[in-house]
DNA sequence: ATGGATTTGTGCGTATGTATT
DNA sequence: TAATACATACGCACAAATCCA
């Protein structure tokens, strides 16, 4: 954004700690473009003058970024950016995982982590058009891009109709695969709900992601070409690591 | 979400103190519709105890929200929770912000915070297709309803084609009766990346927010249904009060 | 090769905030 | 409310690595 002050403050006595604070400050600056990849940061003691704190709390904040690879430090020399470029998630009618992310990635697939058989809830429910209570199939799955999280998603299922599809999904390793052999050859995303919260512990532990963490949240509702629903599912997205490309619906 | 066991989980040394962790947590709850509104939250000894800290410490966050406005604590009854329903935001292909909240609120509006003639930065020039540095007219703005912000929005706009257009917008109070006394009588979303981010210094303050809040970010080129580039958007949204709510693009 | 400037790394004493008992 | 332990933040000083004139 062009003509830009600095607008960066720190708060005491906000219950969050002064380094943790200004290594928030600097990832989003790292994100907003300030620095390039692999340029050097300002030094501690212009970074302590800047944020009004001792070099000492500045230190604390880069050994932290350090701790989460997100910063080398070399002694004499200065410290520097490691960060990547967020993916471009596409989000459209026909978006499938593995298309979508072409191009951007050389390594990509999805993981089954948990798979249970449940009553459906209220919400699950009404997405699938079921009665609330009918037994539904959830799957717990991530997905991964290089070797790093990407996405964590359940996705719920109506259990009579999809008997067996986790075993199908371990096999196969995509949904899109795993459908069809339910004779679902083609489906459309009917609706999409977005927001964003605070990682909880659960997404933490899945997304390995550092406590504070934002995730996008997607919940959304797919359908057969003729409107019959067939997938109720919540997509998890680490912010830091995704962005959502709208394409048409 | 059905059969979901408690996965909260407080951590210590991570530079969050522990009251404000629990703080967020009670937040991230009632988000999530633990607490119906209203509600009672549970007693401090049982907080205390689920969270595993001391009943000080939990004292603790429930005073730091009852001061941000989301708890009110009753000596004797118990402390209850404050915090409305997130407005659903409809993106689309023709999504205006006055008519996609119809039914929600009883008010809102658009107010123009600031507005200022530059040169175009490398990603406005992009998005509209214009020479990095042709002089660009940049418009500030925030969406309320019901007398709280729901949205800030940037938007650059040719200079030479839309000159005068920020007075026009101050006299008309949105920004489709301003395109249309420059002849744009439809505009369509021609492209829409979504990322969410912890809200800035200028996000806090625009948008009314506290330390450490999320604002879901959404980038968008709007052009006339012949596909010329009218208008490049960075809207943010507090992802506390919205949730986005994707219909056909 | 030398010296000075810059930058990160380390040590220590003190004060204050946080959390438990 | 008080005592205790630990984390956080500061100030000062100096060491070690790097860079450049």
Redesign the interface.
């Known amino acids: 954004?062009?003509?830009q002050q600095r607008?960066?403050?720190i708060?005491r006595r906000?219950?969050?700690?002064l380094?943790?604070?200004i290594?928030?400050q600097v990832l989003?600056s790292i994100?907003a473009g300030d620095f390039a990849e692999n340029a050097a940061l300002p030094p501690e003691v212009a970074l302590a003058e800047r944020y009004g704190v001792n070099r000492h709390t500045v230190r604390s904040a880069i050994a932290?970024l350090v701790q989460e690879g997100v910063l080398r430090a070399e002694q004499g020399r200065g410290t520097f950016v490691l960060s990547r470029k967020?993916l471009?998630y596409p989000?459209?009618a026909r978006t499938r995982f593995s298309t979508g992310l072409q191009g951007q990635t050389s390594e990509r697939h999805i993981v089954l982590l948990a798979s249970?058989i449940?009553?459906?809830?209220q919400r699950?429910a009404e997405g699938l058009g079921l009665a609330k209570g009918t037994e539904v199939i959830r799957l717990e799955t991530r997905g991964e891009a290089d070797g790093r999280p990407v996405s964590r998603a359940?996705s719920w299922y109506e259990a009579k109709r999809f008997a067996g599809i986790d075993a199908v999904m371990t096999e196969t390793g995509s949904i899109t695969a795993s459908l069809k052999r339910f004779g679902i050859d083609d489906y459309l995303r009917q609706?999409?709900?977005?927001?964003?919260?605070?990682a909880?512990?659960?997404d933490l532990a899945a997304l390995n992601l550092q406590?504070?963490a934002?995730?996008?949240v997607a919940v959304a509702v797919n359908v057969t070409p003729d409107g019959r629903p067939i997938q109720f599912s919540?997509t998890r997205f680490p912010?830091e690591r995704?962005?959502?490309?709208?394409?048409?619906?």
């Open positions: 954004m062009a003509g607008a960066d403050s708060e906000s219950g969050v700690s380094w943790r604070q290594a928030d989003h994100a932290a967020r471009s989000i459209g249970a449940e009553p459906a809830s699950v359940a609706s999409t709900v977005l927001s964003a919260r605070h909880d512990a659960t406590p504070g934002i995730v996008l919540e912010a995704v962005e959502l490309k709208l394409s048409a619906l």
